[in-house]
Nanobody, 123 residues
Framework: QVQLVESGGGLVQAGGSLRLSCKAS????????IGWFRQAPGKERQFVAS????????HSADSVKGRFTIARDNAEKVVYLQMNSLLPEDTAIYYC????????????????WGQGTQVTVSS
């Protein structure tokens, strides 16, 4: 069982930056992968970014490419989502989630979810 807790959300002006954290805890039966998703009011939850650490490849939604990056602290079991050049359309609840396999982009591949953290970008 993996427990995930997000933090770092808040209100920021357009052009600003935020860093979200996803803290993992609990016992894991194997290696899992963390992905970031977001959900704006009235919209479906959508994939934001995830990184495959063994290859160093980051997969990102086109809307955040070049602005959002992922980093991690293995010792603390924390994965970060650094968000720069924020836009009003980035406003959403951001979730981190864990998967053991499957489609990196699909919410159905992720069996564990955090409670979410609100990000609001003002124009």
């Amino acid at each position: 069982q993996v427990q995930l807790v997000e933090s770092g959300g808040g209100l920021v002006q357009a052009g600003g930056s935020l860093r979200l954290s996803c803290k993992a805890s609990g016992r894991s039966p194997g290696n899992y992968y963390i992905g970031w998703f977001r959900q704006a009011p009235g919209k479906e939850r959508q994939f934001v970014a995830s990184k495959i650490w063994s290859t160093g490849v980051t997969h990102s939604a086109d809307s955040v490419k070049g602005r959002f990056t992922i980093a991690r602290d293995n010792a603390e079991k924390v994965v970060y989502l650094q968000m720069n050049s924020l836009l009003p359309e980035d406003t959403a609840i951001y979730y981190c989630a864990a998967r053991y396999g499957g489609d990196i982009f699909s919410t159905s591949s992720y069996g564990y979810w955090g409670q979410g953290t609100q990000v609001t970008v003002s124009s």
